[in-house]
DNA sequence: TATGGTTCCTAACGTTCGTTAGCAAGGCTG
DNA sequence: CAGCCTTGCTAACGAACGTTAGGAACCATA
């Protein structure tokens, strides 16, 4: 089973330097002599590891949207939890998963428009689905009296707008740690918690 | 007064034309060719209006800074409100920017950083005082027992997060306006609000 | 009727882009 | 030891990039 991991070992390199660089510069303006240099080596010598530059973004864009995805589905799975719950639990695998992989969740977030189709197609799918998921989750939440809100369409745009913009002021050095910034997010946008 | 307006007219479009497309699909992958196709012309022919590329998104950026600005300076003006009327007073004026120029608003929140020196600094010296009178600005009205929030720093956290993300779902056609958005921001965000 | 400003064209410049072909060195596995 | 896989190189391809030069209409004002 570690056998296997050295052989993608120069292309998770390869990925991990691009998802930097993605971020910092944007996609559309780094270029493969760039990536090269970050990893010491030639452009032509990056292509006996991948087959285009837009792979790159293709892979890390869906590896961020299934981890997303995976927390989402280990946070409602318990069906005996009540929606606010399930709802905390769910906002906490989110903050967790942008914190862990910070380079990627912005890449993830702001670089996934320069997808060709239909991968374009099938990942704003996928958000879409994951965006409805926690719409439900608080309407539920407010229709069972879990969670208070005088909107619960703009509680859930000012969830998603927080969670966004976390990993722009987020440091690893600072006094708030995923549950306690999950926490807050919940009390702040949805009033009352049920546990 | 109006002599002069022809005078701008060409360049004011493609300042328009490129706003437009810098917003779907970014400043970098944005080229010449597609902006003179988005008007009409050639290329070479941009170059009789303008001396560079990004002297246009100099352009875009620092007026959407001004306009901000003015509207902060606007909204803090009267010393005699209280400091929970003046926020609500900034965010209106904020809301009213976002929605009434809308793809300059997106290029201005996410485009900046291909600004290259010394544009860059002087731009994210002005953003970082815009954020810091809003951040005094809610503590103001913490201090003065208007605002309740557990934690102020985070509040301006959640609230810079919800001004941004309002272009993404923010449509002409919807039923809130400037005013009802900013009414809910403040209320969501800072618990009360006196008048 | 001359002048100057605005507008746009064609043609091309030098550079950079993503990508490919062909080859070679090193190491692991049979 | 043979073969394969990984890794990297040099050199170059065609395309696209931002930008410039030089010229030509058009339209206003003097």
Redesign the interface.
Known sequence: METTAPTLSRKAQIDQTATALFRR??Y??TSMRELAAALGIEAGSIYSHIRSKEEILHRICFRLADEFMAGLRQATADASASAATQLRRAIESHVRVLIHDADASVVFL?EW??LSEPALSEFLKLRHSYEAAYRELIARGVEAGELQ???PA??A??L???L???PN?YRKDGKLGPDQIAE??T???LGGLAK
Chains 1, 2 share one sequence.
Request: hydrophobic share 45%.
């Open positions: 510069r944007g559309a303006a702001h428009r320069h809100t005088p909107d703009f509680a745009l000012t998603f707008a927080s966004t913009w976390l002021w807050r997010l009390d702040q946008l």
